[in-house]
């Protein structure tokens, strides 16, 4: 036949989604299996956010705002930055995309630590531009200082995901200082920080506070973890107005959607609460490292909503005893688990599947 798409694409690798509920139910008959394969936060919707779905279920028939006004000036009052630095998107892995494609030409070098977030060697690869991926040190963390020397004249971007995913480190503030100021300043540090919600040590800096006035620096945030909105996604990111105007110039028009701008408003009313789930899913994420750690698992510290089992060739069998226990994990061969932290009763059943396995 003939070919109609990229002959490069082939060789991408298609992001997997973690397995979920229903996969399980179909394939090993087990109806009520437990997801810990995403990082969501388990406690459903914020308050307030059903109903603001429900209200704005009314004007689907209309395009939302694409300029997305309102939530941009709650966002710029929340975080201190003026709308102009602020561009939301359908998601933050939307926008990442969004922010390669206003960086990158084809053959442009995007630099990132592996492993780290799965989205990354795609988005690159979308774009035509070379993934440099820079090994994770020993003890599962970025390596900054070989990130900056994996540098040359075509790198365009720089990606630290702090914390990473999937190994849940953290980098920490002098450490990044560095890195900050050795970078050259037409490379883009991209900082992403999906998880920040979940950072309790105060090392680890807040990229907004501390580097969002640096001219080359664009840190990416989620509503889909802490804020509990993954299903509708919105993402949003902050940078130099000009370099925001140029991913608002090719974000997918009206990308942010009419239900998600209204769900995020209603979210964003929710802060309290907000810090309340996330320091019930601290708690839990240190009480199931320590549960990990005396079943002979060398687990990183996380400062995520998941911690990473660096188990290595292992990884399969362990993931099929988790889920023939009802609990779906997220195998990345060969290299470890990564487990979202549930509800004390989900981390439970997960401990217990993981004793099974491991033993
Ligand atoms: N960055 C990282 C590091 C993530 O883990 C994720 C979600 N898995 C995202 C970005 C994307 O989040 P969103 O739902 O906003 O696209």
């Known amino acids: 036949m003939t070919r109609l798409t ?9 992001y997997v989604p973690g397995r979920n509920v229903a996969d399980l139910a179909r394939e090993l008959g087990i109806a009520e299996a437990i997801k810990l394969a995403s990082n969501e936060v388990p406690f459903g919707p914020l308050p307030g956010v059903p109903d603001a779905v429900a209200a704005a279920v009314a004007n689907v028939h209309r395009y939302p705002d694409m300029g ?8 710029s009052d929340r975080y201190g930055v003026p709308a102009s630095r602020l ?39 979308g774009a035509g531009a070379v993934s440099t991926r820079v090994p994770n040190t020993p003890a599962h963390g970025h390596d900054l200082p070989a990130l900056a020397a994996a540098i040359t004249d075509r790198t365009r971007v720089v990606i630290v995901c702090n914390p990473n995913n999937p190994t849940g480190t953290a980098v920490a503030r002098a450490q990044l200082d560095r890195f900050v100021d050795e970078v050259p300043s037409d490379v883009l540090i991209v900082l992403d920080e999906a998880y920040r919600e979940f950072v309790t040590d105060d090392s ?51 990308s942010t959607n009419l239900i998600a701008q209204a769900a995020a408003l209603a979210a964003l009313d929710q802060e309290p609460e907000v810090r309340r789930r996330a320091a019930l899913v601290v708690a839990e994420r240190d009480r199931v490292t320590e549960a990990l750690r005396k079943l002979s698992v060398d687990v990183p510290d996380s400062q995520a909503n998941f911690v ?11 993931a099929a005893a ?3 226990r009802g609990v779906i994990v997220r195998a990345f061969h060969p290299e470890g688990i990564r487990v979202t932290i549930g509800t004390p009763e989900e981390n439970d059943a997960f401990l217990s599947a993981a004793e099974a396995a491991l033993s």
């Open 6 to 14: 990229r002959p490069d694409l082939d060789a991408l690798p298609d």
């Open 68 to 75: 997305v006004v309102q939530l941009r000036d709650k966002l």
């Open 87 to 125: 561009v939301t998107g359908c998601g933050s892995v939307a926008l990442s995309e969004h922010l390669v494609k206003a960086a990158c030409l084809p053959g442009d070098e995007i630099v990132y630590a592996w492993r780290s977030f799965e989205a990354y060697p795609i988005i690159a690869a």
């Open 204 to 254: 680890v800096p807040d990229g907004i506070e501390v580097y969002g006035d640096r001219p080359n620096v664009v840190v990416l945030r989620t509503l889909s973890k802490a804020w509990g909105l993954a299903g509708l996604r919105i993402g949003f990111l902050v940078a130099q107005p000009e370099v925001a105007a140029a991913v608002r110039k090719v974000v997918t028009p009206f």
């Open 308 to 318: 990473w089992l660096p188990i290595a060739d292992r990884t399969a069998g362990f």
């Open 322 to 324: 988790c889920e023939s």
